[in-house]
Structures are given as C-alpha cells and as structure tokens.
C-alpha cells in the first residue's frame, strides 16, 4: 500500500523539483555552449571540481557538517553514480550533435521511464491510463528520431539511452532515501565525475583520437585546451548550475514517489526551447515540435493524473482508474 506525503512535504518536492530542473537546463546551455571548443572530459573535470567546491562549502558551514557524507551502502552509491555518469556522457554526446530542444525533448522520456520503473522496481501503482501516458511519450521519442529520413540519428539514440540511465539513477535514490543524504548523493556523484574524467583525461586529453567530422566524437577526443577568460563564466555556470540543481532534484526524489515527481521536470522544456532560439538561433523544425508535443503532452498529462490521485485519496470517486 502506497502511503501519501504530507501537502506540505508535497509541496516541497514539487518546488524542488520545478527549481532544479530549471536549474539544470542552465548546465545543458553551458554544456551545449562548450561543446564546441573543448573536450567533454575536460568540461566534466573542471565542472566536477566547481561543484565540489560549492558541496564542500556548504557542508562545512552546515550544522552537521562532514558526516552528511557518511555512508554504509557504498556499493549503492557506486551503482547510482554509474547510472548518472552514464546518462550524463550519452547524453552530453548527442547534445553536442543536436540542437539543445530536440536533445531536451528526446532526453524527457525519462519522467515516463521514471514511471515505468517505479512499477517494476518500486511497486508503485500505476493505472492504465498513466500507461498509455508512456506509450505516446513513447511515441514522440520515434518521431524525434526521424526515422523516415532514411536512418534514425546516433545522437537521439544517445540521448535515449541517457533517459533511461536517468531514470534508473532515480530508482537508486528512491530505494537509498531512507539512510542517505542528498548531500551524500551529490557527493559521491561529483567523485565519479571527477574519477572518470581524470582517467580520460590522462589517456586521451592529448587528442591523438582527435579529427573526426562527427561532432560527438570530436566532443569525446578533442585535445585539452587552457580555457581563455571569457570561457569561465560558462564553466561557473555548469559547475554551480549542476551542483544546486543535482541537490534539489535528489531531495525531491527523496520525498515524493518517483512517478509523483518526474513529471515536473518539464519545467526545463520552454527554457530550452528559448535559449535554443536566444543564445544559438535554432527553432524547432515541424518534425521537432510533434515529438515535443507527444512526449510533454504525455508527461504533462501524467501530471494531471496525479492531481486527480489526490482527489481519489481524499474520497472523489473520480480520481480514480489512474
């Protein structure tokens, strides 16, 4: 039996969730911005060492201090930071290669994957209704990936994949809510940011991989270069932009059921279609725009169910069948 938060905590995840999804499509505008001039790895580094930065201050000035940090379950955190080291390089991948709407959209199935798997991981309930919910998302995932072109693109294929680590890593967190911090979940995140692109770093940041035309390769292999001045500010913005948005959503899963809270993560969609047209000039396409309709319309619907679940919990015998 599923139990209901409080409509205070509700309300809390909510707003964390609404807060760090428009935090973080900051990061994909800083992220999508470098792209171009520096190599992933080198990004994620400095990134990584931001956040760190931003974490460790925050504990050392908090009340509790350093033992937010303190875990029994380390095998949990690394399958967790797996997951989100996954999602981030699949889907940074293919942002490099798509304009950032089309990437945010394919990237939002993720919230219909989040309740899918809340399902088949978690045991929530979930009615035929929020199911079919998944299956137009579904469906606007297959209309982003332009099959009729003749070949269905790798960078939507990547984003796709990242959805699904993303959701996943959001299963993680809602099985470890009850011992870990979002402190601790941020924390250990940021040290397998920090591991990995260290390592790739010292074995492909000279760029003897370098020169390919794709530009999702020429993201992964490209040679490391010293940032000029006018770059830090995007490196700023990605390293605290991911720091404070990682820490919101995370508290946000930790409150609220999955399928409850991933639909809010929308929020980000018209912020990336308007930096998309601000900062790089690029409208969605028809073809575009039907799979954002179906994949928001699906989401957002899910979201409206939800409202109606409330309705059903406090007696409104139209809430129900969700």
């Given amino acids: 039996m599923t139990t209901h938060p409080p409509a205070r905590v509700k309300l809390t995840g909510i707003l964390l969730a609404l807060g760090g999804s428009a935090t973080l499509s900051i ?8 792209s171009g001039s520096y190599a ?67 990237a939002f199935v993720s919230p219909l994957l989040v309740t ?11 009615g035929p209704r929020r199911w079919l919910a998944v299956c137009v998302g579904m469906m606007g995932v297959v209309v982003m990936l332009r099959p009729g072109s003749g070949v269905i693109q790798p960078a939507a294929v990547l984003v796709l994949v990242s959805a699904f680590c993303y959701a996943s890593s959001h299963m993680m967190t809602r099985r470890m809510k009850d011992t870990e911090s979002a402190m601790a979940l941020s924390f250990f995140v940021q040290c397998g940011f920090i591991v990995l692109s260290t390592l790739m770093g010292l074995t492909v940041g000279d760029g003897h991989f370098s020169g390919s035309d794709n530009a999702s390769i020429a993201f992964l292999f ?31 899963y930790r409150l609220l059921e999955a399928a409850l809270v991933a639909p809010f993560e929308y929020a980000a969609m018209p912020l ?16 575009a725009a ?31 069948d969700l």
């Fill in 222 to 252: 490209r040679p490391w270069v010293w940032p000029p001045l006018h770059d830090l500010p995007w490196f700023l913005a990605t390293g605290i932009a991911v720091a404070i948005g990682g820490l919101m959503v995370s508290q946000a």
């Fill in 40 to 106: 992933l790895h080198q990004v994620i580094l400095i990134r990584a060492g931001i956040g760190m930065v931003f974490l460790i201050g925050l504990m050392h000035f908090s009340g509790t201090g350093f033992r937010q940090v303190l875990t029994r379950r380390p095998k949990d955190h690394m399958i967790r930071v797996g997951f989100v080291l996954c999602s981030n390089l699949c889907y940074f991948l293919g942002l490099a290669a798509l304009p950032l709407a089309d990437a945010v959209a394919i």
């Fill in 272 to 287: 990336a279609i308007f930096w998309g047209i601000v900062i790089f000039g690029t409208w969605p396409d028809m073809t």
């Fill in 116 to 126: 899918l798997l809340s399902i088949l991981v978690l045991g929530e309930e979930v």
């Fill in 290 to 320: 039907v799979g954002i309709a179906l994949i928001c319309g699906a989401g957002l619907y899910t979201l409206w169910r939800e409202t109606r679940r409330k309705k059903d919990v406090t007696g409104d015998p139209r809430g129900s």
């Fill in 27 to 34: 990061n994909d505008l800083a992220i999508k911005f470098l």
